[in-house]
């Protein structure tokens, strides 16, 4: 079996201009901790909308395109592309 690697995209709901991005292999369950209130980064923000994902089948390619999203470029391409 092999498993799929989900790199997500999150708005707060009370700050559209506020998005999360983030890694998971299962995003109902991380958008509700995410809304629970318990993860660091994102509890001050609560509650939080999921805009959109991209399923990969590699850790790699996941991880990869995750810390690119979180670059100043890959922020641009996030926006123009993929909201």
């Known amino acids: 079996m092999s498993d799929k690697y989900y790199v ?3 708005r707060a709901i009370g700050d559209p201009d ?3 991005m983030g890694l998971t292999t299962d995003v109902d369950r991380r958008i ?3 809304n ?3 993860q660091m980064h994102t509890k ?3 509650p939080w909308e ?3 994902y991209v399923v990969f089948s590699e850790k790699r390619k996941a991880t990869d395109f ?3 999203l979180k670059s100043s470029s ?3 391409f996030m926006k123009k592309r993929l909201l």
């Open 32 to 34: 509700a901790e995410h």
């Open 36 to 38: 629970s209130g318990s």
């Open 50 to 52: 999921l805009l959109t």
């Open 66 to 68: 995750e810390k690119y």
């Open 18 to 20: 506020r998005t999360y």
């Open 74 to 76: 890959g922020r641009a």
């Open 8 to 10: 997500y995209i999150l």
């Open 44 to 46: 001050r923000y609560v």
